[in-house]
């Protein structure tokens, strides 16, 4: 599919109607819907199979649209200008008169919101006269999509309508920091702690877990379902093994997300990496061990809770 003016034209009839399309973002693909309609949203729950006390981030084209929904501070304003468009949502406080869906927050009194680079998705966010609910487009705790033909497989028909914006290039999701009160980094992704941190000069507080249920806080979540070892130096017979780094033996068991350390093209490759590791229904997965620093970091987190599952 080309994405000219009229597939955009197309996309916005289907949002129109509280229909549920995908669309591309820098990070993983989402399934988006308008974020001020309780019909649109809800079928966002249905499609994923997601728990509906889990909020939604709600995408945006500028400050000036954010603006009608929520309060903005100075930390905001200083890691928009830095980081925004791109690959980081921010938790807000929702204005009282703001017309995002209850279904979109769980009745909480604020709002996870984003400003995605994508040109395509930024074009159709241009156009609209409200924002966009979009959480990544698979059913619930499965791997995130980082091509339109990922979506496909997730939903199939369900899904009458994507917008195609080649892989993903960042390939894993926004880094999530709640700025109500203290700095707090919810989520890693793809805005590292270390670069907030810089950006804020401030002490910055990476909560791992929290009574508040958002994105990607989980126990299981990106998961492929199959038995996953990690730090592992060795692959057991008819066992998929993820590196990071060239091996000078060769094996039809080996997938690399790297071949020389590189951990942003490391964590880019992660979810295209699994889904084949799953097509080709591998029962089990072995991950050398990966860095903890920077996107090492990021790509840990994500394995840890694709290996929990029952």
């Known amino acids: 599919m080309k994405n000219n003016l009229s597939n955009i034209k197309k996309a916005i009839k289907y949002l129109d109607k509280n229909q549920c399309i995908g669309i591309p973002t820098e990070t993983v693909y989402g399934i988006a819907a308008n974020a001020y309609s309780s019909v649109a949203t809800s079928k966002i729950y249905r ?37 925004s468009p791109g690959p980081i949502s921010y938790i807000l406080k929702l204005k009282r008169n703001s017309l995002i869906s209850k279904n979109v927050t769980n009745g909480k009194k604020t709002l996870a919101v984003r400003f995605p680079s994508h040109p395509i998705t930024r ?45 993903s290039k960042i390939g ?61 130096k060795n692959v057991n017979k008819n066992e998929a093994l993820i590196l990071i780094n060239k091996r ?5 068991n080996y997938f690399y997300l790297s071949k020389n350390k590189n951990l942003k ?11 084949i590791i799953k097509k ?13 620093n920077g996107f090492g970091e990021v790509i840990n987190d994500r394995l840890k809770r694709a290996s929990y599952f029952k």
């Open 172 to 232: 894993i999701e926004s880094t999530i920091v709640n700025i109500v009160k203290k700095p707090q980094v919810l989520r890693l992704g793809g805005i590292s702690k270390e670069q907030i941190k810089k950006c804020l000069n401030l002490n910055l507080i990476y909560k791992k877990k929290t009574k508040a249920i958002y994105p990607g806080q989980g126990k299981t979540h990106y998961s492929p379902y199959i038995k996953l070892r990690l730090n592992t």
């Open 123 to 167: 074009n159709l966010l241009k156009r609209l006269n409200y924002p966009l609910a979009a959480p990544s487009a698979n059913i619930s705790t499965k791997i995130s999509p980082v091509s339109k033909k990922d979506v496909k497989d997730e939903f199939g028909k369900n899904l009458e309508f994507i917008l195609d914006g080649d892989q």
């Open 280 to 292: 080709r229904k591998f029962k089990s997965i072995a991950v050398e061990k990966i860095p903890n």
């Open 265 to 275: 093209e490391a964590a880019k490759n992660l979810y295209k990496t699994l889904r």
């Open 47 to 83: 499609l994923k199979k997601r728990p509906k006390n889990n909020p939604l981030i709600v995408h945006y084209f500028n400050l000036e649209l954010l603006k009608k929904d929520c309060e903005i501070n100075k930390i905001f304003l200083k890691l928009y200008k830095k980081f």
């Open 248 to 252: 000078k033996n060769r094996s039809k």
